[in-house]
């Protein structure tokens, strides 16, 4: 079985376990039927996900020119407290940035290798979790818009992280914590303008990961310096494939790579 395409994150549906699926243009795999199997893979090309270009990947898809110009690449997606669409002040787009920023978020608590805070749309739940490989999450605070989100995010990360552990996380070294302890223990540190989007009342979601083995000494793929490759795939945790011999490949940071995939 052949496919071809350029990569893009994995779409996820939960369930138990979450359902994992690669998307190309003419064609998808839904990647927890192929678990056990061998997988090849070859890179071929690059393709901005932006212009289409075989131009080299810069970040998040896009090559250089499309990341510092296009509004999707803004420095408010990564760090949602320089929102200013709420002001009515354009960064790249107005009109873009409007409809992004200008929507319901939330500001989670996550345990993937330990406690952290994040901020997502509210359509990205729980999706947004899954793309992190946390095996729980809760919602602290939802506001009417991403800037109100981002100072949030802000204030609290002066008492808890922000970053995954992706190796902990991998190898699923992960302790149980009690999320609702930490939100109600974080909600002094809430700003002054966000209490009143306080979530009192809510439990934890939990994940289920289709793994059957967990990597012990992990080895990163990547395909610039190792353009083919071929293994045992033994699960699918975050955007990682985790394959026999403890590589792993993260699909989301090669997204903009266009690969050949044989399956058997």
């Known amino acids: 079985m052949q496919y071809e ?8 549906e939960i369930g138990s376990p979450i359902q994992y699926y690669m998307v190309f ?26 212009c289409g270009e075989d131009r080299p990947i810069f970040r998040q898809g896009f090559c250089k020119n499309c990341f510092f110009e296009i509004p999707s ?36 608590l996550a345990n993937s290798s330990n406690v952290k805070v994040g901020v997502t749309r509210k359509t990205q739940v729980p999706t947004r979790w899954i793309d992190q490989g946390a095996h729980e999450a809760i919602e602290i605070v939802e506001v009417p818009n991403r800037f ?26 992960v302790d149980d914590e009690n999320l609702v302890d930490w939100r109600n223990k974080l909600k002094q540190y809430i700003p002054q303008e966000v209490l009143e989007y306080f979530i009192e009342s809510n439990s934890e979601t939990h994940m289920e990961f289709p793994v059957l083995k967990y990597p012990e000494k ?15 795939l033994k699960g699918i945790k975050g955007q990682y494939l985790i394959f026999e011999d403890d590589t792993v490949f993260n699909v989301r940071g090669s997204e903009g790579y266009y690969v050949g995939l044989q399956i058997g």
């Open 5 to 12: 395409g350029v990569l893009r994150k994995m779409q996820t």
């Open 218 to 232: 992990i080895k990163s793929l990547n395909l610039s310096k190792t353009p083919n490759f071929e293994g045992v």
């Open 73 to 108: 690449a803004g420095d408010w997606i990564m760090r949602p407290e320089l929102s200013t669409a709420h002001l009515d002040k354009e960064d790249r787009d107005l009109a873009y940035e409007k409809k992004v920023q200008l929507q319901p978020h939330i500001v989670y």
């Open 148 to 173: 109100l989100a981002g100072i949030t995010e802000v204030a609290l990360k002066d008492h808890i992280g922000d970053k995954t552990n992706w190796r902990k996380m991998l190898k699923n070294e």
């Open 25 to 50: 243009e003419n064609d998808f795999l839904n990647v927890n039927q192929i678990l056990d199997k061998k997988l090849q893979i070859d890179f071929m090309k690059f393709q901005c996900l932006n």
